[in-house]
């Protein structure tokens, strides 16, 4: 059985990193930012294992 709030987890904060991972990446490209390209990757990369982990340690 699934604890309650687990859609936050799995459903909701890993699209809002992805989906701000993939600005900060496309501005850091356009603008030849190097830190705000990294925090993109940072967050892209975060928001694909965030489910994984956080989930695992959950259920």
């Known amino acids: 059985m699934a ?3 687990t859609t936050i987890f799995s459903h ?3 699209v809002f990193f992805g ?3 993939l600005l900060f990446v ?3 490209i356009l603008d ?3 830190p705000k390209l990294g925090l993109g990757i940072v967050l892209f990369v975060v928001a694909c294992a ?3 982990v956080v989930l695992s340690a959950l259920i």
């Open 3 to 5: 604890i309650t709030g």
């Open 12 to 14: 909701i904060l890993p």
């Open 19 to 21: 989906f701000f991972g």
């Open 26 to 28: 496309m501005s850091g």
């Open 32 to 34: 030849d930012n190097n």
């Open 50 to 52: 965030f489910p994984y």
